[in-house]
């Protein structure tokens, strides 16, 4: 997804292909915080939080690109 995003931003910039670069790009970092808390050597509660957060954050993005 991140991929085609970023290609899409840079074959056909416009707003809708910003917004959702950005929010694919929250995507990936929070999947990658929730692999690193998972299989980290602790759990920790506050990168539980930035997790949700991205998560949150970066399907919020995606689905408001459809509006642009």
Do not use: H, W
């Not at 917004?19 to 690193?36: E, K, P």
């Not at 759990?43 to 509006?67: C, E, H, V």
């Amino acid at each position: 997804m991140n991929c085609v995003a970023i290609s899409n931003l840079i074959t056909a910039p416009s707003t809708f292909t910003a917004i959702f670069a950005l929010g694919a790009a929250l995507f990936l970092i929070s999947d990658i915080v929730l692999i690193l808390n998972t299989f980290g050597p602790e759990s920790k509660f506050s990168l539980r939080i930035t997790n949700l957060s991205l998560y949150y954050l970066g399907q919020l993005l995606i689905a408001l690109s459809l509006l642009s």
